[in-house]
């Protein structure tokens, strides 16, 4: 069975990649010198993803800024101007909103209880958007913690509260997955 990809993790004071050949840890940034200080620490649940189509991490929650790490060309790319994202305040001051990459509408799409929220990618400026329509019936109180993902194969999003509770669709983009 092949081995996964490097994978990131976004801790209190820094980004790091861990590879699995080499079972060792990589510091890539870090938070405790500027430009970074006190920007992207979490002090609580950060919720991390990746844009499979532009190669970009994304990790956002707990009040802090929006991390935007460009994967391929090794740097932050969230302090340019392209990438300043207005209207994430909501989505973004929870611990551990529940927010994925929902490739077929080339959008963030996140949730922490009513609506959704929506950022589109292919466009500028970049805005997070609350969705008219509502999310998901059922409250979030501690934040979803992962629970919360796209699943491309039925192009929906799951949420997943509790064992002893029925799962959660919520259905952003018409149609079915590929």
Known sequence: MPRPPASGFHGAAGFNSYDY????????????????????????????LVDTRRRLFFSLG???ATLVYDIAKA????L???????????????????????????????????????????VSPKAWHRMAAPG????????????????????VFLL???ASENVTFYKHTAGCGP
């Open 21 to 48: 050949d080499t079972n060792t840890w990589t510091r890539l940034l870090d938070f405790g010198y500027p430009p970074y200080t006190g920007k992207y620490d979490g002090w609580g649940p950060r919720r991390g």
């Open 75 to 78: 740097k932050v790319v969230s």
């Open 80 to 122: 340019d101007p392209e990438w300043e994202i207005a209207g994430g305040e909501a989505i973004g001051q929870p611990a551990a909103p529940g927010v994925d990459y929902d490739p077929a509408a080339d959008a963030l799409v996140g949730w922490v209880g009513g609506a959704a929220y929506v950022l589109p990618l292919g």
């Open 62 to 64: 707990s009040g802090g």
């Open 136 to 155: 998901p019936a059922v409250t979030v109180t501690q934040g979803t913690f992962g629970r919360w993902r796209y699943v491309s194969r039925y192009n």
């Open 160 to 162: 997943v509260r509790s």
